[in-house]
């Protein structure tokens, strides 16, 4: 009887055995299949399947080119079979019917011309975008930026790394987020359409638009989609292996050219682009990750209820705004003013380490000025009616020659454009001068109509004193301010150009003016 028990506990053991070693191996099978896929990524093999899907970069145009490459399930490597088919709208669509695969796992490529988000037209030339997918249970494929910009990520993931592949797409498409500064989480990448309301696709137009903003610029240099193509390859080598978008200059290219609009001129500028397309009523709120992306390569943060009315410097040293200051209001960064700097109690000045005299300085739009008149000693310059007590009050007065080099190392006498932009910038020539006149120091007089005029209301801290000039005998203290450029007069070889303002009007104007004559100086920051 124990021998009969024995044997009976000893069958079911074996066959308890035999149970768990089958779950075993069928659990060791099922993560081990496709390059480390796992579950539903087991590879299967596809027939009579029908893609649909829409091609955007701005939507590629009809009559481009759509072709689907079979790839190996476990090496990923294209088989060499393809299927071809066409863009069929100028909306971006197309659909592809497939008769069969060796895997669910396929590439997508789209060639052809497309709408441009930047110029409101249809591009020069084509580019290509690639979508890497698994479209066992997948149907429609969407082709897009942020799915070209995932696949040599992927790719390597899968093949490098064994990583399986939903996870592998899902790791690169977050790490291609991140580098424009998004952190949320989003669909899949092939879901996602430029004309959708969603955040997911208000961050997918605001990445097309920035990749090819620097292309666009507006001194005239428009490299177009061929600088398109050459970017996004040099992307992709960049991030494939470590996630990481590296190439620190082009973003601060991309950042210094986005940054001189506000959010919302970029959302007029791009939504009246996006609408001569007559395909869609309906733009996300893009705007708000190109402000993301360039206040990120800005070290400034996040612009919010909370710190609104902050200042904050531009703290990347490749930005050809490094330095400058920004303040937080609704919800946009922007450029700081005067005012701004004065109610956030941030006091600029400049240090001439020649002879240690401090200067106040002044932000106004992307210029950094002087706030006060230069006082450096150089050989040809003045103290008016030749009293250092005013040399104290208003500056030194310089000949042309002398002013070229009379700045502080990193500041410099500025053009007769740069004077030219400090007018544009608050308000043009005809009120110029009021606005940068200080607020004493000038003397009441009229003008031939006999209007009153003398002070200013110096809203941007510029502080122009009346210091006047010298000729053949000093002059005009009280009623003129002149400051040289460094712009010569091509009209009459011994004249330079110099901004001069009034006691008696409000305007503020470049005058050509004898070289010899002395004037005060206000440097610029920056570089001649």
Not at 278 to 297: D, H, R
């Amino acid at each position: 009887m124990n021998k009969i028990l024995q044997n009976k506990f000893f069958a079911l053991e074996t066959i308890c055995f035999l149970c768990l070693s089958l779950i075993l191996c069928v659990a060791c099978s099922s993560d081990s299949s496709a390059g480390g896929s796992t579950e539903d990524e087991t590879i299967v093999a596809l027939k009579d399947k029908t893609i649909t899907g829409v091609s955007q970069k701005g939507p590629f145009i009809k009559g481009s080119t759509v072709t689907v490459q079979e790839l190996d399930g476990e090496t990923f490597a294209q088989t060499g079979k393809s299927f071809k088919g066409k863009i069929i709208s100028d909306a971006g669509d197309f659909k592809l019917d497939i008769k069969s695969l060796i895997s669910q796992y396929v590439l997508i490529e789209a060639n052809g011309y497309f709408f441009n988000e930047i110029t409101g037209g249809k591009s020069n030339a084509p580019i290509t975008l690639n979508a890497f997918s698994n479209i066992k249970e997948r149907d429609n494929v969407n082709i897009n930026l942020l799915t070209h910009l995932a696949y040599e990520r992927t790719l390597y993931l899968v093949t490098q790394e064994d990583t399986p592949f939903s996870k592998a797409k899902k790791q690169a498409e977050q790490e291609v987020l991140k580098s424009f500064g998004i952190e949320e989480e989003f669909n899949d990448a092939e879901e996602l359409n430029i004309f959708g309301t969603e955040n997911a696709n208000a961050a997918l137009l605001a990445i097309s638009i920035l990749m090819q903003n620097d292309f666009f610029v507006s001194d005239g240099n428009q490299e177009g989609e061929a600088g398109l193509s050459e970017l996004l390859a040099n992307y992709s080598l960049d991030i494939e292996t470590d996630g990481v978008w590296n190439d620190i200059e082009i973003q601060t290219k991309i950042a210094d050219g986005v940054s001189f609009y506000t959010l919302e001129e970029h959302k007029a500028r791009y939504t009246e682009n996006i609408a001569q397309w007559g395909i869609s009523t309906e733009i996300p709120a893009f705007e708000k990750y190109i402000g993301v992306f360039w206040w990120t390569n800005y070290g400034l943060g996040a612009c919010n209820a909370e710190n609104e009315g902050e200042v904050k410097q531009n703290n990347n040293e490749l930005s050809v705004n490094y330095q400058m200051y920004y303040v937080c209001k609704n919800g946009n960064w922007q450029m700081a003013e005067g005012k701004d700097l004065l109610d956030a109690g941030v006091d600029m000045e400049l240090i001439d380490t020649r002879d240690g005299k401090v200067y106040k300085t002044i932000q106004i739009g992307r210029q950094t000025w002087m706030a006060e008149n230069l006082n450096y000693e150089t050989e040809n310059s003045y103290c008016y009616d030749d009293d250092l007590a005013n040399c104290e009050k208003y500056g030194r007065l310089y000949t042309w020659e002398a002013a070229l080099n009379a700045c502080p190392e990193g500041w410099h006498l500025p053009t007769k454009e740069e004077f030219e932009t400090l007018i544009s910038n608050v308000g043009g020539e005809e009120t110029a001068g009021k606005m940068l006149k200080s607020t004493t120091g000038w003397l009441d007089d009229e003008d031939e109509f006999g209007q009153a005029f003398g002070n200013g209301i110096d809203k941007y801290g510029f502080s122009a004193l009346p210091a006047g000039h010298r000729g053949s005998f000093f002059d005009h203290a009280g009623k003129g301010a002149n400051f040289w450029s460094a712009t010569k007069d091509d009209e009459d070889e011994g004249d330079a150009y110099y901004l001069g303002m009034g006691s008696n009007r409000e305007r503020a104007e470049l005058i050509g003016y004898d070289r010899d004559d002395a004037k005060s100086v206000r440097c610029l920051r920056g570089s001649n």
